[in-house]
């Protein structure tokens, strides 16, 4: 019998998610408000929005849930309806089930952590978010880590990848972050997200021992001056102008992901250099003498 994946919220990172679960051998379900996006892509579509009990109820049982919704905005209430609201109406619905799933995974964030002073964080670290964005994260993840269904949360950090290159064409613009003092960012690349879900699904499955909460980050906290600089030489471009990131986002930590690499995963993109290579290449920045 082929095993059930349940994908809520089957954006971007779900429908990449469901193609590598689709070519290991699982069915594959993705749930959304815009159903006609997952055509051709072997997902079965399912429309979805969280908000609706109807909707929930009529959801079909799956041996694995991901709950990947993402706020449409970036507004607390927006944030509140997503996040701790949301999982925990999919919780209730699929906790009274004579079916129950496996495990219900939770695509969180690293904004849990308030860290800002270039400390390193991992698992266990405080977590003492300042914004809504990471109080509400957390709010759901205590959620489902107190429920009976067994739960696990996966801590993002910055995604990128192809059609997320903000970062690229700031650079292009000629702009920088200071090099001084050194602001430690952390990113994983869109498809080691997806990645990193199907592999704890796949352990999940075979009865292997989930820890309650992952940290899922690249293997290199590089300052975020030295990432652009980077970039900038591929691109060979100058970056004259220093820029500052805005107060609400500005952070330096440095995030630890050994306990999932214990768990056994590989990075495709172990750094932002392999990364951003792909999608420099893959966005068509680089011209093809650059290329080579």
Same mark, same amino acid.
């Given at each position: 019998?082929?095993?059930?994946?349940?994908?809520?919220?089957?954006?971007?990172?779900?429908?990449?998610?469901?193609?590598?679960?689709?070519?290991?051998?699982?069915?594959?379900?993705?749930?959304?408000?815009?159903?006609?996006?997952?055509?051709?892509?072997?997902? &079965?579509?399912?429309?979805? %929005?969280?908000?609706?009990?109807? #909707?929930?109820?009529?959801?079909?049982?799956?041996?694995?849930?991901?709950?990947?919704?993402?706020?449409?905005?970036?507004?607390?209430?927006?944030? !509140?309806?997503?996040? *701790?609201?949301?999982?925990?109406?999919?919780?209730?619905?699929?906790? #009274?089930? &004579?079916?129950? *799933?496996?495990?219900?995974?939770?695509?969180?964030?690293?904004?849990?952590?308030?860290?800002?002073?270039? !400390? &390193?964080?991992?698992?266990?670290?405080?977590? %003492?978010?300042?914004?809504?964005?990471?109080?509400?994260?957390?709010?759901?993840?205590?959620?489902?880590?107190?429920?009976?269904?067994?739960?696990?949360?996966? /801590?993002?950090?910055?995604? $990128?990848?192809?059609?997320? =290159?903000?970062?690229?064409?700031?650079?292009?613009?000629? /702009?920088?972050? #200071?090099?001084?003092?050194?602001?430690?960012?952390? /990113?994983?690349?869109? =498809? =080691?997200?997806?990645?990193?879900? #199907?592999?704890?699904?796949?352990?999940?499955?075979?009865?292997?021992?989930?820890?309650?909460? $992952?940290?899922?980050?690249?293997?290199?906290?590089?300052?975020?001056?030295?990432?652009?600089?980077?970039?900038?030489?591929?691109?060979?471009?100058?970056?004259?102008?220093?820029?500052?990131?805005?107060?609400? /986002?500005?952070?330096?930590?440095?995030?630890?992901?050994?306990?999932?690499?214990?768990?056994? $995963?590989?990075?495709?993109?172990?750094?932002?250099? !392999?990364?951003? !290579?792909?999608?420099?290449?893959?966005?068509?920045?680089?011209?093809?003498?650059?290329?080579?």
């Amino acid at each position: 019998m082929k095993k059930t994946t349940l994908i809520l919220g089957c954006g971007d990172i779900g429908t990449q998610l469901g193609k590598q679960l689709i070519a290991a051998g699982h069915r594959v379900i993705g749930a959304r408000r815009n159903v006609g996006a997952l055509e051709g892509t072997g997902i &079965e579509a399912v429309a979805l %929005d969280v908000t609706d009990e109807a #909707a929930l109820a009529a959801l079909p049982d799956a041996d694995i849930i991901v709950y990947a919704v993402t706020a449409d905005r970036f507004e607390e209430s927006a944030y !509140e309806t997503a996040y *701790p609201t949301g999982l925990k109406a999919v919780l209730e619905t699929f906790g #009274a089930r &004579e079916k129950k *799933p496996e495990r219900v995974l939770f695509v969180s964030s690293t904004s849990v952590y308030a860290q800002q002073g270039g !400390e &390193e964080v991992d698992e266990t670290s405080e977590t %003492d978010p300042n914004g809504f964005s990471g109080t509400l994260m957390r709010e759901a993840e205590q959620a489902l880590l107190a429920h009976d269904l067994p739960g696990t949360a996966v /801590r993002f950090s910055g995604i $990128y990848g192809p059609g997320r =290159d903000r970062l690229i064409r700031q650079v292009q613009e000629g /702009r920088i972050a #200071a090099s001084n003092p050194p602001m430690y960012s952390n /990113r994983i690349h869109r =498809d =080691d997200c997806a990645g990193v879900i #199907a592999h704890l699904v796949q352990l999940s499955l075979e009865g292997k021992p989930l820890e309650p909460v $992952y940290l899922a980050s690249d293997c290199d906290s590089a300052p975020l001056h030295e990432v652009m600089a980077w970039i900038a030489k591929r691109l060979k471009v100058e970056t004259p102008e220093v820029i500052q990131s805005p107060l609400r /986002r500005r952070s330096s930590k440095r995030c630890n992901n050994r306990q999932l690499l214990d768990s056994g $995963y590989t990075f495709r993109y172990p750094t932002f250099r !392999e990364g951003y !290579e792909d999608v420099l290449q893959q966005g068509g920045f680089l011209s093809a003498k650059e290329k080579a």
